[in-house]
Structure formats: structure tokens, C-alpha cells
């Protein structure tokens, strides 16, 4: 669907690869590591972030320690760690 936009063409890989983890095992591609898309892989944590630290109509938001931990214990299984590390050294702040 995105595809035929023009002006979506040079982030398409965001919405088609960011559900790919750093080990492989994500989808659709099961890409790996580095054969994923940078910005696929910074979405993929930014959408987590996002994801659990806002309510959602069947769960209240996760506390920002919390969701900070989730993402940690994933870095080099789901997320790629050197972006993890950038992500939080940009939202220290907030935690």
C-alpha cells in the first residue's frame, strides 16, 4: 500500500522492516544484525517506547523504569544494542 506514494519512498523501510529483530528472529525477512535497516531498528525501539508507556484501552502505561528495563533485556536479542545505547543516551533525561 505504501509503496506506490512518492513521497513515503525513502522511509518505506521503516513500516516493512521494523518488526525484524537484531537475532533474527523478527519478521517479515527474519532479517539480521546489520542486514536490517537503521531506521527500521531505531523505529522498532522508539515504537516499543512508545507502545508501553501509553495507555492502552486493555493495559494502563508501563512506568518509564520499566519500559527502559524491557528494552534492556532485549538489546542484542530484539534490538540492536548500539542503537539501545543511543536511544537512551537521547532520552536519559526522561527516566
Not at 20 to 26: F, I, K, T
Not at 44 to 57: E, F, G, K
Amino acid at each position: 500500500m505504501l509503496a506506490s506514494i512518492s513521497f513515503l519512498q525513502p522511509a518505506i523501510d521503516i513500516p516493512y522492516c521494523h518488526h525484524e529483530h537484531w537475532d533474527g528472529a523478527g519478521y517479515p525477512r527474519g532479517l539480521k544484525e546489520a542486514g536490517n535497516p537503521l531506521a527500521a531498528r531505531a523505529f522498532s525501539i522508539i515504537d516499543v517506547w512508545d507502545a508501553l508507556t501509553s495507555d492502552r484501552p486493555y493495559r494502563p502505561a508501563w512506568t518509564k523504569e520499566k519500559t527502559r528495563d524491557y528494552i534492556l533485556e532485549r538489546s542484542g536479542k530484539q534490538f540492536d544494542p548500539q542503537v539501545v545505547e543511543a536511544f537512551f543516551s537521547l532520552v536519559l533525561d526522561e527516566i
